[in-house]
Every structure is written in structure tokens, then in C-alpha cells.
């Protein structure tokens, strides 16, 4: 099994930043994309940034030149660096990765989420 464990979210004034980090443990032979998501009050899950298989990385429109998607491949970790946050941008935040166990069968699990709330 894999578990995503996820950190860095908390209470922040408009403009300021956040840093998040979501550790992949357990039977993993490689990742196809790891990434995150949010999801605000009433609202559908939405991609925030990925990395995809080949190590490119894709960003929603809302927060490309704000956040920053990073990796340590050595700690199967990213993060999300976030700056300039807007009240927008309070969700929940969820790791997710898609990734081939070390049987050779592809999964896809997801983060116990982080609150993210952005005060003006």
C-alpha cells in the first residue's frame, strides 16, 4: 500500500505564502504524475499543478507565475510553493499520485487534505 502525507497548510493574509509537502511512502515502483488539488466550499475538485510522467509540469490558469510545483525524487516528495495568495485560493488541498505499485499494477491514491485559508 501507499499513503500521501501531506503538510504546510494553515491561516494566511492576502499576499503572503505557503509552502506544501506531500510525502508518497510504501510499495511504489514509479509515478505516471504526482501533483495537487483543491477544492473549495462547494465547489468541484480542481487540478492546481502536476508533475506528468515524462517530469513536464502543467499549472492551473489561476495560479500560474504565483505557485510553484517542486520535487525530490530521492524522498518521492513535492511541494507547492505558493505566493502571493489571494482569499480565492482557500480550499482544501489534496496530494495525489497516480503511480505502478512494485507488482506492476497502476494506482491512484489521494491525501488526507490540507486547509488552506487565505484571510483579507
Known amino acids: 500500500q501507499v499513503q500521501l502525507v501531506e503538510s504546510g497548510g494553515g491561516l494566511v493574509q492576502v499576499g503572503g505564502s505557503l509552502r506544501l509537502s506531500c510525502a508518497a511512502s510504501?510499495?511504489?515502483?514509479?509515478?505516471?504524475?504526482m501533483g495537487w488539488y483543491r477544492q473549495a466550499p462547494g465547489k468541484q475538485r480542481e487540478l492546481v499543478a502536476v508533475f506528468t510522467r515524462g517530469g513536464s509540469t502543467d499549472y492551473a490558469v489561476s495560479v500560474k507565475g504565483r505557485f510553484t510545483i517542486s520535487r525530490d525524487n530521492a524522498k518521492n516528495t513535492v511541494y507547492l510553493q505558493m505566493n502571493s495568495l489571494k482569499p480565492e485560493d482557500t480550499a482544501v488541498y489534496y496530494c495525489?499520485?497516480?503511480?505502478?505499485?512494485?507488482?506492476?499494477?497502476?494506482?491512484?491514491?489521494w491525501g488526507q487534505g490540507t486547509q488552506v485559508t487565505v484571510s483579507s
Open positions: 495525489n499520485a497516480d503511480l505502478f505499485g512494485v507488482l506492476g499494477s497502476r494506482h491512484n491514491y
Open positions: 510504501g510499495s511504489i515502483a514509479s509515478f505516471n504524475a
